[in-house]
């Protein structure tokens, strides 16, 4: 089974701080992928990567950065961390082929951030 | 971002009762998922469906996708408890790595 491992289950964190998430899947998925998840919201995608040093920007990557300096790791920053960053994040993976769009997403248990 | 509606956005029912989730969009999409999301963890993945009029079953769970590809709906019968979470649709374009999720239906089946 693909296991992808969030590090941290919960964080708090001061406004301003600067914040990172670590993300590892141990199933050689190219694709790599960072979601947040809000009440009434559904899942979010701030950014993706489909290969090592490449990253592409989601549907709201103001605020964040990524970084995927080897495949199986996935990283995701808050510069200065915000109120409105409160979330639950989840990361994902999946593979990447012919009919990409068909492959199904894996998920960690995501972290719960508090920025206070 | 192609836009996916849920409905209902909650939905309490008795065990042994049935319930129909719904999955919409004014887009097409080439391929849509399911996924169950319980609490403390992250969602996975229940079924994919592709082909337009589609239809697939994982037990008491029966999937359809929409002849126009614009739609799906997710009809669980005789619930069980053990079928309380929510659920997500999330639908792909073609050649897309992204999917666009619904905001999800929680499903609370009491005992």
């Known amino acids: 089974d693909v296991k992808v491992t969030q590090s941290s289950r919960y964080l708090v964190k001061r406004t301003g701080e600067k914040v990172f998430l670590e993300c590892v899947q141990d199933?050689?998925?190219?694709?790599m992928f960072w979601y947040r998840q809000d009440p009434g919201l559904g899942l979010r995608l701030i950014y993706f990567?489909?290969?090592?040093?490449?990253?592409e920007k989601g549907d709201i990557p103001e605020g964040y950065s990524v970084s995927r300096e080897k495949k199986e790791r996935f990283s995701l920053i808050l510069e200065s961390a915000s109120t409105n960053q409160t979330s639950m994040y989840l990361c994902?993976?999946?593979?990447?082929?012919?009919?990409?769009?068909?492959?199904?997403?894996?998920f960690g248990n995501g972290t719960r951030l508090t920025v206070t | 971002t192609q836009l996916l509606e849920q409905s209902p956005q909650f939905l309490s029912i008795q065990e042994g009762e049935n319930l129909t989730v719904y999955c919409n969009s004014s887009?097409?999409?080439?391929?849509l998922q399911w996924y169950r999301q319980e609490p403390g963890e992250g969602p996975v993945l229940l079924v994919t469906?592709?082909?337009?009029?589609e239809v697939k079953k994982l037990k008491r769970l029966t999937f359809q996708f929409g002849d126009a590809r614009k739609d799906s709906s997710l009809h669980i019968t005789a619930a069980q408890p053990g079928d309380t979470g929510l659920y997500l649709c999330?639908?792909?374009?073609?050649?897309?790595?992204?999917?666009?999720f619904g905001a999800g239906t929680t499903v609370t089946v009491r005992a």
């Open positions: 994902a993976s999946s593979l990447l082929g012919s009919s990409s769009y068909n492959s199904p997403l894996h």
């Open positions: 199933m050689d998925h190219e694709n």
């Open positions: 990567s489909y290969d090592v040093k490449m990253k």
């Open positions: 887009s097409v999409f080439s391929s």
């Open positions: 469906v592709v082909t337009g009029g």
């Open positions: 999330a639908g792909a374009g073609s050649n897309d790595y992204k999917l666009s």
